[in-house]
C-alpha cells in the first residue's frame, strides 16, 4: 500500500487496527466451536438429565 499523506498513514491505522481486531474475535471464536453434531449429543443428554430430574420432583409427593 503506498501512502501520500499523513490523513492516509491514520486511514492505513485504522484499517489494519480493524483487520487485527476481526481475526483476533474470529479467532476467539473458533477456538470455542462445536460442532452441530456434537451440540445435539451435548443438548439431548442436558435435556434428558432435565427431564428425569422433573420426573423424580413430580413422583415425590407433598407432605399433606
Do not use: N
Amino acid at each position: 500500500m503506498v501512502l501520500s499523506g499523513p490523513e492516509e498513514l491514520e486511514f492505513a491505522l485504522r484499517l489494519f487496527r480493524d483487520d487485527s481486531l476481526m481475526a483476533k474475535s474470529e479467532a476467539r471464536r473458533k477456538k470455542y466451536f462445536v460442532p452441530p453434531s456434537a451440540r445435539r449429543k451435548i443438548k439431548s443428554i442436558a435435556a434428558r438429565k432435565r427431564a428425569a430430574r422433573a420426573r423424580r420432583k413430580r413422583s415425590v409427593t407433598p407432605p399433606a
